[in-house]
Every structure is written in structure tokens, then in C-alpha cells.
């Protein structure tokens, strides 16, 4: 263990939400089709009894209430097996929430530093780190209401991002100890005005995973950019994507990034690199929504609203200006491709940019 390994001559920690997107199209998956009961199969009637002669009416009063009684008892059978009871229907069963037993870390005043990457352990760390082994559980609880955070103040915007924190703590903290690694809680600031951080001076229009402090900043007017009438699940769309910075930093794959960056011959290659990790990142931010679904009672709209959201910084959006003919963010389509994945998948592995081809992560 040690300090975190700096940042490349490439300018590898660039503002990932600077400019204003378009919103994408809607999106569906297999994954969100809702799922049905299959109904019970209809009960037939019990058979009427053979009428009894006139004289024996103590046998056929007794048949009678043999009848009934059989009956009534199928009555209360079938209702008790299609969910309700002789009084009325029952409640439905409380989910069984996965990870409840997992203890969140609290907030420490400095973090325990990154894994060091070395020069012989940085291609493992990237292409086969233990943490691609390991698959997020589902469904997890997360109690966050429904809620379009545009306008929000910032004592509001940190409070909904303190709630989220929870959430993806509870999400991912069991797969990084499973893994060997070790979440943290990392600090949440929320800035009304551009101010300097230890990763350099973070403007407004913006979100960050500082990797030099491990702690989270956001602009208050960070979902300005996006040209889109309905912003709900966009601010947490951003901090998803942010966190899984922070679970990239604590599995030292940004450290491992950081050192082949920083070897790399071209700055085309060490381009290659900051596109693979920003891929990765908008695919587990995907996932946590996947794994928070049921709880926050998300639809297929819901689910195509994260991946437009992510669809929408993508670095050819028409009128996005290019500083370099290659950028450090992938491309619209590629964005969503990768998001889609993480909606589609708990298995971490399906996340893992660094092993696929250039053109994936363009």
C-alpha cells in the first residue's frame, strides 16, 4: 500500500460532465419486462349428488352437509393459495433484500490510501482484477423516492447525494471485500462556485471522483447541461458514475491506469486508456441501478432515462466542441452500449473495457 499514483502528463483527470448533451433515445431491455404471476388453474365445481329416496331424509340431510362442508373447505384452499385468506387477501410478501447485514463505513477525516501498482502487477490489475470475479447482489434495498433533482438547492442536492451514498455502499462494499478490497465513504461536496481541489480547480457544470483525496465533487448546477425536460435519475445517473470511480480507485485499477498512462509511448495510447475507464465506469454505474430496481420501483422508462442520460455526454453529441481528434470520453453510442450492459448484467466481469477491442471503447 501507498500514495496513490499521480495523475498522467496526459491531463488523465479531466472534468467528465462538462458539456451539454442531447438527450438520447429511450431504451429496452430484456430486463425490463415486467414479470407476471402465471394465474391459478380455474377450479371446477364439485359434482352434484345422485337425489336420495324421499323416505331417507336423515342420510340425505347428512350428504347435504358433507357437501357443503367439502365445499367450503376448497373455498378457503383455493384462497389461501392464490394469496388471500378467509378474511380477505393477504399483503405480499416483504422482499428478501440482499446485503442487510453489511455495515456501512462512516466518513474518515483521511482515507486509507489506493493499492500501489506496479509495473509488473498493472496489467492484472487492470484486465483481471479479482473484483471482476465477484457479482452484485440483487435486489438490494434503497429507500430514495422518485424525484427530479433540477433546481434542487445545495444543502438538498448533498442531502440526496448522501442518500444515494448509502445505497451504493450497501451495493458494492460486499462485492469489494469479497474481493479483498476495502470500501470507504468517501466526503460529498457540493459547490455553489468553481474552487480549487487537490486534483485542480474544478469549474462549474461538473462532477468528480478526486483520486488524490478519494472524495466526490459536485457543481450545483451540474444537470444545467443536459437539454432534457424530464431530469429524473440524471443526478444519480452522474454519482453512480462517479462511485464507480472510487470502486475502480479502491481495486487499484485507476492506480494501475494511471502507471501505463503514464507509460505509454503516444498520447493516443494513454487516450486509449482514460476512454476504457470511463467506459467501465458508465457500466457500473448501470449495474447499481440494476441491483436497486425492484426497491426504488423503476420502470423500462426509468431504465432508458439512465442509459440517455450517459447516451448524452458522449464526445460526438452534435455541437460538443473537440479539443483533441481523440477524446478522453467515449462516444454516444458507446456510452450507451456500456450502460446497457451494466442494466443487463450483475456479474462485474461483463464491465471489464480494458480486455476488449479499441473500437468498443471509442
Not at 95 to 123: F, G, R
Not at 153 to 166: N, P
Not at 342 to 350: E, P, Y
Request: one cysteine or more; charged letters at 20%; glycine letters at 4%.
Amino acid at each position: 500500500m501507498g500514495a496513490p499514483a499521480q495523475p498522467a502528463h496526459w491531463q488523465l483527470q479531466p472534468p467528465p460532465w462538462q458539456q451539454q448533451p442531447q438527450p438520447g433515445p429511450w431504451q429496452q431491455g430484456p430486463w425490463q419486462q415486467p414479470q407476471q404471476r402465471p394465474p391459478y388453474p380455474y377450479q371446477q365445481p364439485f359434482p352434484q349428488p345422485t337425489p336420495k329416496a324421499r323416505g331417507d331424509k336423515a342420510v340425505a340431510a347428512l350428504t347435504v352437509l358433507v357437501i357443503a362442508l367439502c365445499v367450503a373447505l376448497v373455498a378457503v384452499w383455493v384462497q389461501s393459495r392464490d394469496g388471500g385468506g378467509p378474511l380477505g387477501p393477504t399483503a405480499s410478501p416483504t422482499p428478501e433484500w440482499k446485503n442487510e447485514d453489511y455495515v456501512i463505513p462512516t466518513t474518515q477525516s483521511v482515507n486509507p490510501p489506493l493499492p500501489q501498482a506496479t509495473v509488473s502487477d498493472m496489467n492484472e490489475l487492470m484486465e483481471g482484477n479479482t473484483l471482476y470475479d465477484e457479482s452484485l447482489a440483487v435486489p438490494v434495498r434503497c429507500e430514495m423516492a422518485r424525484k427530479d433533482m433540477a433546481g434542487a438547492t445545495a444543502s438538498e442536492m448533498k442531502a440526496r447525494l448522501e442518500e444515494q451514498l448509502d445505497c451504493l455502499l450497501r451495493v458494492w462494499g460486499p462485492a469489494l471485500d469479497a474481493a479483498e478490497y476495502k470500501a470507504i465513504r468517501p466526503t460529498i461536496t457540493v459547490m455553489t462556485t468553481p474552487r480549487q481541489t487537490p486534483c485542480g480547480k474544478m469549474q462549474m457544470k461538473n462532477a468528480m471522483y478526486c483520486s488524490r483525496d478519494q472524495n466526490l465533487y459536485f457543481a450545483i448546477d451540474v444537470l444545467d447541461v443536459l437539454d432534457m425536460d424530464d431530469k429524473t435519475w440524471a443526478l444519480e445517473s452522474i454519482m453512480a458514475h462517479e462511485f464507480a470511480h472510487l470502486v475502480q480507485g479502491r481495486s487499484g485499477i485507476i492506480p494501475a491506469r494511471n502507471l501505463a498512462a503514464d507509460r505509454a509511448k503516444t498520447k493516443s495510447e494513454a487516450l486509449l486508456l482514460v476512454r476504457r475507464n470511463e467506459a467501465q465506469a458508465d457500466c457500473m454505474a448501470a449495474m447499481f441501478f440494476r441491483s436497486t430496481s425492484k426497491s426504488l420501483e423503476m420502470t423500462s422508462a426509468d431504465h432508458a432515462q439512465v442509459i440517455s442520460t450517459f447516451r448524452n455526454f458522449g464526445s460526438d453529441r452534435p455541437g460538443r466542441p473537440r479539443v483533441d481528434k481523440e477524446s478522453t470520453h467515449p462516444k454516444m453510442h458507446t456510452r450507451e452500449a456500456w450502460a446497457t450492459k451494466g442494466l443487463g448484467s450483475s456479474d462485474v466481469a461483463v464491465c471489464n473495457s480494458y480486455v476488449v477491442s479499441p473500437d468498443q471503447v471509442a
